[in-house]
Every structure is written in C-alpha cells, then in structure tokens.
C-alpha cells in the first residue's frame, strides 16, 4: 500500500462519511462583532465543521459576493482543476473544507449550495492568478511589513525583543471588510500546535498567522515575478504552506521553533510557488542569530525559486532592520525599491535605525508604508510579549487611521471550555491505540450500537456490537497502521480515523 493510496482512502473515506457526533460543534464563538473572534479545537474534520457553523453567515456573504463573481465563469474550470489536483493539498485540509461546507448547511447558510471544492478554491485564489486561464481576473494583495530587533529595540522598552509591524492592502468591498476574522486553531492531531489566523471568515490557509510557540509569519505578493506558473507543476498553495509551517510541531525536526521551520516547509517546494510571493518571518530573539528572528522569503515558479534574506544583505535599511513591500530586493539582485521601501528607509535612516519601540515602529509604518484607502489591516506583533495588536479597516477609513485594539496572546490561547488534551478521546480512547480501545457513547438515550472498522482496502476487520453505551474492543490483533472506523446507532451514524501503533 503506498502512502499516496493510503492518504487518498483517508480523504475519500473522512470526506464521503458524517465525523463522529456531527451535531457537536468543537468550537467557541469568543467575539461576535468584526473582527469576529473563534476558536476551534479537534481534527481538521471537527475544526472545520465548527468554522463554518460559528461564522456561516460570514462566510456565506464573503464567498457570494467575493469569490464566485470574482472567478465567474471560470469558478467551474477552477473547480475541476482542484478536483484533479492541480495543487499539492494535504488530504486533511480537504476533509476540513468539507467541514466547514457541512458546518454551514446545517447552519442554515448553504443557500448556493457551496461545496468543499468551493472552499478550496477560496482558499488557493492567489496560486490561480498567475495560471494563465485565470491571468488578471484576480486581485491580488499588497502589503508591506517592517521586523526590528536586537539593537534596533535595545534602546526602546522593548529592550531587544523582536517586533513586526505590518500592513494588509486588500479590496475594500463591504464583503471583504466586514468579514474579518482571528480563527484560533487547537488541533488534536499528532505533531501539531496550536497556531491563529488573522484573515477572513471561511480562510483555512495563513496569509497572517502565528503559532503558539511563537512564530507569525505575514503574506504579501511580489508584483515584479513575471514567470508564468503551471498547471503540471503541483504547485503547494501558498497559504497553506505557511499554515504547514505554523501548525506543525517541528517541521525541520531540529527541536527549536523558529524561522528555519518556515524555511524548510518553502524548499520541500522544489518546483517553487505558482506565483512571485514575499513572507515576512519573525520568532523571538532568542537563537542568537538574526535569520533565525527576522527574514524574508521571496518565492517564484521560476529559478531561482527560493530566496531568503535577512539583515546580513546589502539592503539600505539601517541596524538590525528589515522591510519587505511587494517587489523583489535580493531575488536576482534586483533591489527593486519601490516608493514605500524609499520611505520607510529614510524615516529609519533618520533615526540610526535605533530606539525602536511599539509606537515608533506603528508609527513609521503608518506615515511611510500606508497604502492610503485601501489598507484594511494593520497589525503588530510582538513574540517574546506575546502581544498583537489589530487595527481594521472602518469601511469608511482605512485601518492606520483607526484605533488598533491589543489581544492578549495567552489569553487567545487559552481553551476554557474543553480539555484540549483530551477532545480527540472523547469518544474514541485510546487513539492511537495497541492493544484495547474503548467506545463510550455518552448519550444513554441513543440505544446499542455497532462497531466495525476497516482497513486501506475498505475490508472491514472488526465488527462487533454494544447493547451498553460504552465497549472495550481487543486491537491487540491488529497490524500497526491507519484504519477508518464506523460506529452506526439507532439515532446517530459517526465516522473516524483509528491509529494503530506497537
């Protein structure tokens, strides 16, 4: 059994079959005003099925009036293309986009009848736009970021502390800006930590996010990459490469969670990015290296693919600085200075590139680096506090005009409302298993019900019966592996995935 197989029978068999209790919605509704506040906790399934029934109204308006006109007629090609596999998606994210397509219909929000490939699509429309069946009916982002650290904050009350100070110019259409979303992610699966977006309602991937640990990393797009991209070349969308490099534990198994975990998640890319890209990485400054708290990738379809630079390249920016906008600065040696690069770097040049705090560095980004109306998220993060402050677009004022608001980190990250420890073994414990595995139904009311599991092959291996509402099963027997379970009563019929281990 190969693992592509192997990965593909998880996926149809997660996607084809209701999860475990889909009436019990893993997530918490935490702000119910824009920016809209949640967090979600359990398999990608579960995770996704609790976004689009927490914010199914918002992103029911954002996908109608935003995504669908803006694909057209060409919404049906994209469609089949991601059925295809035009990109590289990881089987899991599939099954959390038929989540949140399943969250939103029982909601009551499904009226277009929206399916998981709708979704994806929504989430992959930035490596669309430089396919060449979907060349300039896409709009993509600006943005601009500014990273200081070490010296350039020592003589601030941040005493060293790395910080980033970013821009997010998008549309301003009442979709776009009244949709606006912090999604806080508590995954139960394997290798994985808790990680936020700060976006948009119906995002899965990251075009600004951080990990738990520490790491943000901010999107933009580089305007200067004229190669085109391909359809052959199984592209892995951008967003949900910096979401792989945030959610997983240790991408780069070095122990250390940092920059390099970003790094390795971009070269594991080996035909590049389906479009030019720029990401501005930051971790605490604590690794004794500047690359390691402050860098920035530029990525392309074309050689070479993956550039990364930090302070250490000759870039006119003073001290332990590094600025990003949308065009290519090492990528070919082009140092490509755009109006905004000139700005900010006169602004630093004016102050030695030093006595960097919060309001210095918000203030040099808002005076020097606005984009002007169509600015619809500032934001500034701080690691080592974990501190970001947000400021949104008003609709009638462009967010650097608005007042920004400050989350405290620990607390976002913080689950009250469940043991995150133990969501992935309410039902099924333990998962993974070896030798016993107890089915609790929790609900008394529902009746006996059967278990059966399956193998790769769909051969079920298992199959026995409960007239109680809780079963121990003997696995003992059972090769180490990835199964499907199905656990069928009178008033409910749940699916999982069970993990064998010896």
């Not at 070490?150 to 980033?164: C, M, P, Q, V, Y």
Request: with cysteine.
């Amino acid at each position: 059994m190969t693992m592509k197989r192997l990965m593909l029978f998880i996926a149809l068999f997660v996607m084809l079959s209701p999860p475990l209790f889909t009436q019990s919605v893993q997530g918490e509704l935490v702000q119910n005003t824009n920016p809209y506040i949640i967090k979600v906790w359990g398999n990608h399934y579960e995770r996704g099925y609790a976004m689009g029934y927490l914010l199914g109204a918002q992103v029911a308006d954002l996908y109608s009036n935003y995504i669908i006109p803006m694909f057209g007629s060409n919404l049906p090609m994209a469609k089949l293309m991601i059925q295809q596999g035009i990109f590289n998606i990881d089987s899991v994210l599939i099954s959390e986009a038929q989540g949140v397509i399943n969250g939103i219909t029982d909601a009551g929000y499904n009226s277009l009848n929206l399916d998981y490939l709708d979704v994806l699509v929504g989430n992959t429309f930035l490596d669309f736009r430089n396919i060449s069946s979907f060349k300039n009916i896409i709009k993509s982002p600006g943005c601009s970021s500014l990273i200081s650290w070490g010296d350039a904050t020592s003589g601030s009350e941040l005493g060293g502390k790395s910080i980033i100070t970013r821009h997010l110019d998008w549309s301003t259409d009442a979709c776009v800006v009244n949709n606006q979303a912090i999604v806080v992610h508590f995954p139960s699966d394997p290798g994985e930590q808790p990680w936020l977006l700060i976006g948009f309602a119906g995002q899965m991937g990251v075009l600004s996010g951080i990990s738990q640990s520490g790491t943000g990393l901010f999107q933009h797009s580089m305007s200067d990459s004229y190669s085109p991209g391909y359809s052959t070349s199984h592209y892995e969308p951008i967003w949900f490469c910096l979401r792989r490099a945030l959610e997983k534990t240790d991408v780069n198994n070095d122990m250390l969670k940092n920059n390099l975990d970003f790094r390795a998640a971009a070269l594991e890319n080996v035909n590049g990015f389906a479009d030019g890209y720029i990401v501005s990485a930051i971790s605490k400054n604590s690794f004794q290296n500047d690359s390691l708290c402050a860098m920035i990738a530029e990525l392309a379809p074309s050689a070479p693919t993956q550039i990364f630079r930090d302070n250490s390249y000759a870039d006119s920016i003073p001290g332990d600085n590094i600025y990003a906008a949308n065009y290519e600065i090492k990528r070919n040696d082009h140092m490509h200075f755009c109006f905004r690069y000139d700005q900010t770097k006169n602004a630093l040049n004016a102050i030695n590139g030093e006595n960097i705090g919060r309001n210095e560095s918000w203030n040099i980004m808002a005076d020097s680096s606005n984009a002007g109306f169509g600015n619809v998220q500032m934001m500034q993060y701080i690691p080592e506090d974990n501190e970001l402050m947000l400021a949104i677009h008003a609709g009638d004022a462009p967010a650097y005009e608005c007042t920004p608001v400050i989350y405290d980190l620990n607390s976002l990250f913080t689950l009250t409302t469940v043991d995150v420890s133990a969501c992935a073994d309410r039902f099924i414990y333990p998962n993974p298993a070896s030798d016993r595995l107890n089915i609790t139904i929790y609900d008394k009311n529902n009746g006996p019900f059967s278990i059966r599991i399956f193998d790769v092959n769909g051969t079920a291996i298992i199959d026995t019966y409960s007239n109680d509402n809780s079963i121990d099963v003997d696995v003992s027997n059972v090769l180490q592996g990835v199964y499907a379970i199905k656990v069928c009563g009178e008033k409910f019929i749940g699916t999982s995935i069970l993990i064998i281990e010896k």
